[in-house]
């Protein structure tokens, strides 16, 4: 006799209350429409208020908007008041905004920028699922999300200072999955080359179609990509996963060139 299979579940956000930081364009802008086309109410903020006003009203649906500094405690303590205020709870956090004042050598970083690189993509990541924690998570349960990136995984003559505190906010990504258990699942994705303003002097030119060239799927990536799987990571439809960092990359990191 075989066991009934369970029945599958589809990513269906309808009646959860997500926070994405930096949803005002790029990633976050796609992942927070995503969220919304799959029923969630949405809290998006970023520093400039306007383009977040914009991003609201192109998104459409049950959407919020805050102007916020992503690793200032005090602006984080008023988005997650306004978003419970205005949405009774906080299930899931999109931890994706992130700087990259730097590039080149690590061994030649001036200490500012290499703070001001930790502290908006480490320390502020920490602090936003400190306060959701502590207000909403911690009695309701939730999904985290930290949008890493795949150059954590490798060295890079220029983006070793990024790359390094997007290595260190996947193993947070592990750490507070073990720590927030069972109530609270901690996932990551760690895109590839995406075609967004953050990446502009990466692919602008025909930069893009070399790294193109170079992955196997043969393409770069799209905001679409990073969104759909974060609607599965923040579902239920991943309810068995914790802890993990998805590789989104087109293959990049699997290429025979990265392993020869
Ligand atoms: N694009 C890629 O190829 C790529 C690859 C791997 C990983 N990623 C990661 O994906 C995430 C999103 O990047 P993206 O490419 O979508 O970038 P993007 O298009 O430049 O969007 C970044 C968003 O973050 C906001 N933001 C930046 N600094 C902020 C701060 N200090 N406080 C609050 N909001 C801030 C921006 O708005 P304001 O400037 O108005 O504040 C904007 O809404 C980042 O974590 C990035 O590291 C990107």
Redesign the pocket.
């Known amino acids: 006799m075989t066991a009934s299979a369970a029945p599958l579940s589809a990513p269906d956000l309808s009646g959860r209350t997500a926070i994405v ?10 992942i927070a429409k995503a969220f919304v086309d799959q029923g969630a109410s949405v809290m ?5 208020e306007e ?2 006003a914009e ?1 609201a009203a192109e998104i459409g649906g049950s959407v919020a908007y805050e102007q ?4 200032h405690d005090d602006d984080i303590e008023r988005v997650v008041e306004a978003t419970m205020n205005r949405f009774g709870s906080i299930d899931i956090l999109v ?6 004042p730097y590039a080149g050598p690590t061994i030649d970083v001036d200490i500012a920028r290499w703070n001001k690189t930790i502290e ?2 480490l320390t ?1 990541p920490l602090m936003w699922t400190q306060r959701v924690w502590e207000r909403s998570m911690s009695n309701g349960g939730g999904a985290i999300l930290n ?5 954590g995984l490798v060295t890079s003559p220029i983006l070793g200072t ?1 790359d390094m505190t ?1 290595s260190a906010l996947m193993h947070l990504t592990s750490q507070l999955a073990a720590e927030l258990a069972p109530g609270v699942r901690v996932n990551a994705v ?10 502009r002097a ?2 602008e030119g025909d930069a893009g179609d070399q790294v193109a060239e170079s992955y196997p799927l043969k393409r770069l ?1 799209t ?1 679409s990509d ?1 969104a759909s799987a974060a609607v599965y990571l923040c579902s239920d439809a991943s309810g068995w996963v914790t802890g993990q960092s998805l590789v989104l990359d087109g293959g990049g990191l699997v290429s025979f060139g990265n392993l020869s």
Do not use: E, M, Q
Not at 44 to 48: A, L
Not at 95 to 100: K, R
């Open positions: 930081t930096g949803g005002s364009r790029g990633i976050g802008k796609a998006i903020c970023s520093r400039n383009s977040c991003a916020a500094h992503v690793a931890n994706n905004a992130a700087t990259n908006v993509n502020a949008i890493a990136s795949v150059g990024y997007k760690a895109p590839g080359l995406i075609k967004t303003d953050f990446a990466l692919w990536g905001v990073i």
